[in-house]
């Protein structure tokens, strides 16, 4: 049976939650002008998300392997990304302070990632993958508080 879904329980600090399929790299994790405006630093096969809140805390982020994707009623910002799995044996969900590494079945082939920021009793997060044989604008799918416009596209790569 495949591995569709993980949640980890993520310490989020220096407003970033990052999923990446290569090491860390200080140089992808730079914030430009743009990339702080947009909340979101996009490279093919790492991508980090600015998490809204400010401070260090710790948040829940469901980890999905979908064939399609479904808004979730609570959201409050929505973004998706193209994702390049480069190695799946090396996927991590992570922040500054801590790493986890993803369970779910991918391949390496190309994917829509949608990164959503959702309110129930606390914030939490969710990350959905979807095959895709096309790559995916990278855009917002609502307006939200924070600035973003629904089908506005993103800048990806520093910026």
Request: glycine residues 6%; negative net charge; contains cysteine.
């Amino acid at each position: 049976m495949k591995n569709t879904a993980q949640s980890v329980d993520l310490l989020i600090s220096h407003s970033q939650i990052q999923f990446r399929s290569r090491p860390f790299d200080e140089t992808s994790s730079q914030w430009g002008k743009v990339n702080l405006e947009q909340g979101a630093i996009i490279h093919s096969d790492y991508v980090v998300f600015d998490p809204l809140p400010e401070d260090a805390f710790g948040a829940n982020v469901h980890l999905k392997l979908q064939e399609s994707f479904d808004l979730d009623p609570t959201a409050q910002r929505c973004i998706v990304v193209p994702f390049h799995v480069t190695d799946s044996s090396h996927l991590e969900i992570a922040s500054a302070a801590e790493k986890f590494k993803v369970e779910l079945d991918l391949e390496k082939r190309d994917y829509a990632l949608y990164f959503e920021v959702c309110e129930g009793d606390e914030i939490f997060y969710k990350i959905t993958l979807v095959p895709s044989d096309s790559k995916a604008p990278a855009q917002y799918l609502l307006d939200d508080p924070w600035g973003g416009e629904k089908g506005k596209v993103l800048v990806e790569g520093l910026g």
